[in-house]
């Protein structure tokens, strides 16, 4: 089993419409959960990142961590046109290193 | 604040040559810094952890004398590709800590640097 699993997609979505991106984890001593989108040829920008469970909300992004079923979420509420991109679910556990999904191809249709 | 940027942005070149990549923290000092690669429609894979004054860490399968990493200063971290082949050709993204913040595990990435070797 990978230690993060990220459906790849890909996801399109009307503009206007609520957006749900997940993850899934294996290694219980992850406590840093971190989102990054990613627009085509560009790096990875850091949206929103959160230590252990509980919720935290940015404008129209909410990040979501679950550690007892070891799921991770990604909502966006309004999604605009520019909000298409690649998000990246990344976790940290001990080490200094990022163990990063997959990737989910979003866009966002006018 | 927590911006890495880098240089070149894109770099074509002749197979045979080598190819130097800078990555810099302009706001906050990083003594560890991350180079990646990353193939089109793929995830970013890690090639090597780059620490202030010591040797890089290199990831398993990464060639060390290929890919030479020097970190220098708290804000400077540069990659060499040393006689780069067409197989090079690639994406490659540093990113660095902010050890001075709240959220000090968190990575910063650089806009990357697109290599094509002909």
């Known amino acids: 089993q990978k230690e993060v699993e990220q459906d790849p997609g890909p996801l399109s979505v009307p503009e206007g419409a609520i957006v749900s991106l997940n993850c899934t984890y294996s290694n219980s001593a992850f406590q840093y959960f971190m989102w990054y989108r990613q627009y085509s040829r560009k790096g990875p920008e850091l949206l929103m990142y959160?230590?252990?469970?509980g919720n935290k909300e940015d404008g129209r992004f909410t990040a979501q961590v679950d550690k007892s079923s070891k799921y991770i979420s990604l909502f966006i509420r309004d999604s605009q046109p520019s909000d298409s991109a690649t998000y990246l679910c990344a976790t940290q556990g001990g080490s200094e290193k990022l163990v990063f999904g997959k990737g989910t191809k979003l866009t966002v249709n006018p | 604040g927590a911006v890495v940027s880098q240089h070149p942005s894109w770099v074509i070149c002749k197979s045979g040559t080598s190819v130097k990549i800078e990555c810099r923290s302009l706001?906050?000092?990083?003594?560890?810094m991350f180079w990646y690669r990353q193939f089109p429609k793929q995830s970013l894979m890690l090639m090597a952890t780059?620490?202030?004054?010591?040797?890089?860490?290199?990831e398993q399968g990464v060639e060390k004398d290929k890919f030479l990493i020097n970190h220098a200063s708290l804000t400077l971290s540069t990659l060499t590709v040393t006689s780069a082949h067409p197989e090079d050709s690639s994406f490659y993204i540093c990113?660095?800590?902010?050890?001075?913040?709240?959220?000090?595990?968190?990575?910063?990435f650089g806009p990357g640097t697109r290599l094509l070797v002909l």
């Open positions: 706001d906050f000092q990083a003594t560890t």
């Open positions: 959160t230590y252990s469970s």
């Open positions: 780059s620490n202030e004054g010591s040797k890089a860490t290199y």
């Open positions: 990113s660095a800590r902010d050890t001075s913040g709240q959220g000090y595990i968190i990575q910063y």
